[in-house]
């Protein structure tokens, strides 16, 4: 996807407004995780260096179209600040107002309040995306994790300004054109999680691709429960059984296998001082629910990524918050980490477990964007992607 590139937009002795994705917990008034600003900084410095001035856009949490301190982005702005060694300044709204942004040299940096305390931003108003194309000469999306919402900042601004992508957004989708378009083989998909509907799409998808897709955490009840398996009290989507049976039918005439857990570590209630043990996917007591993936399936799990050309996990095997249920987590996460494959890592829970066992750095790239990459995965036409272009 060859979207128009930072490196053809000229910024210096220019206003750039770049989306950035800062959508950040907070606690306390503070920044708890600043992965996604760290994220964001290289191409927030590479545009001060080109003597450029900046003003950020992001939203943060579901203020509902309208200002609430809980939401404000002050916070995020004295992350910022700390971060680049130099001043951010605030605007109280936004889109300014234009005053709050006067006489910004290059080199300096501004950051707009919450996109969303306006309803023109998840509306896509024409209006509100005017009001923010008028506070810059040139546009930069940096936001890969927005780029699935045809948002005011996502799609509206780009075409109104000179546009690019910046160096995150194409980083995403220059790996996540890779794993659909030509990946090195083996190519093996390990998919966890809750929800079978928020990754058949992916499934279906990636068969054209993959020679293996792993199925773990709850949403392998699902594929269990669609084969036939006794599946006990564990979290099942009975709706998705017919269209995960014609899933499993495709990959078999692809020629992709399939890899189910052979043995679960099972529990009496949802808690995480629940007495548990491990038992074979055919053995799971009626009164029982799976919690995480069983040392055998463990095993085969990493047996499969050993072998792998090209890894994409997306998606915990367990509750791997839970001591007694991270251990299905971790030994994919050793297993991805150790493989030497080229390793893509997406969702939030799936980075987060890496991050607790240590192993953040030892992975070709994480993806910043939940919905947008799954979306990508899934072949789906994503509204900010489709602005850029046809800027471009």
Same mark, same amino acid.
């Given at each position: ?40 900084? @290289? ?46 300044? &605030? ?5 300014? @107002?234009? !005053? ?12 707009? *309040? ?13 209006? +509100? ?12 999306? !940096? ?42 083989? @083996? ?34 009840? =699902? +594929? ?38 052979? !043995? ?10 629940? !007495?548990?043990?491990?038992?074979? =996917? ?5 009164? &029982? &629910? ?10 085969? +799990? ?75 995965? *899934? ?14």
């Amino acid at each position: 996807m060859k979207l128009p590139s930072l490196d053809s937009l000229r910024v210096t002795g220019k206003r750039v407004l770049v989306r950035a994705d800062l959508n950040v917990p907070l606690s306390g008034g503070k920044v708890a995780d600043d992965t996604r600003i760290r994220a964001s900084l @290289p191409t927030i410095r590479e545009l001060l260096d080109r003597k450029a001035a900046v003003v950020v856009c992001s939203h943060l949490g579901r203020p509902k179209g309208r200002p609430d301190p809980e939401y404000s982005l002050a916070p995020v702005a004295e992350a910022l600040s700390g971060l680049l060694g130099t001043k951010v300044r &605030m605007t109280s709204t936004p889109t300014g @107002p234009a !005053d709050e942004l006067e006489g910004m040299a290059a080199g300096e940096i501004g950051l707009l *309040e919450n996109l969303r305390f306006d309803p023109g931003e998840e509306a896509n108003d024409r209006k +509100f995306a005017a009001r923010l194309a008028a506070l810059a000469d040139a546009y930069v999306d !940096d936001a890969f994790g927005a780029v699935h919402r045809a948002h005011a900042s996502v799609v509206g601004v780009a075409g109104l300004l000179p546009s690019a992508a910046g160096r995150l957004l194409q980083r995403e989708v220059d790996v996540l054109t890779r794993l659909v378009q030509s990946p090195d083989r @083996p190519f093996v998909v390990v998919l966890g999680g809750a929800k079978v509907s928020d990754k058949i799409g992916v499934v279906r998808n990636l068969l054209r691709r993959a020679d293996a897709i792993l199925i773990g955490g709850a949403m392998a009840n =699902t +594929f269990l429960a669609a084969t036939g398996e006794q599946v006990g009290a564990s979290r099942v989507e009975p709706d998705r059984l017919e269209e995960v049976r014609k899933t499993m039918a495709a990959a078999a005439k692809a020629g992709v296998e399939v890899v189910l857990p052979t !043995d679960l570590v099972v529990a009496d209630r949802f808690d995480e001082r629940a !007495d548990s043990k491990v038992v074979s =996917t055919g053995a799971v007591p009626e009164e &029982m &629910m799976a919690l995480d993936i069983g040392p055998a399936s463990a095993a085969r +799990f990493g047996a499969w990524v050993g072998r792998a050309a090209t890894v994409l996990w997306n998606g915990p095997m367990g509750v791997f918050e839970w001591e007694a249920f991270s251990s299905g987590t971790k030994a994919v996460a050793e297993a991805v980490a150790a493989s030497g494959a080229f390793t893509v890592v997406g969702g939030g829970d799936s980075a987060a477990a890496l991050a607790s066992f240590g192993l953040s750095d030892e992975v070709s790239h994480i993806s910043t964007g939940g919905g947008a990459s799954l979306e990508f995965l *899934e072949g789906k036409e994503l509204p900010g992607l489709k602005a850029l272009l046809q800027a471009g």
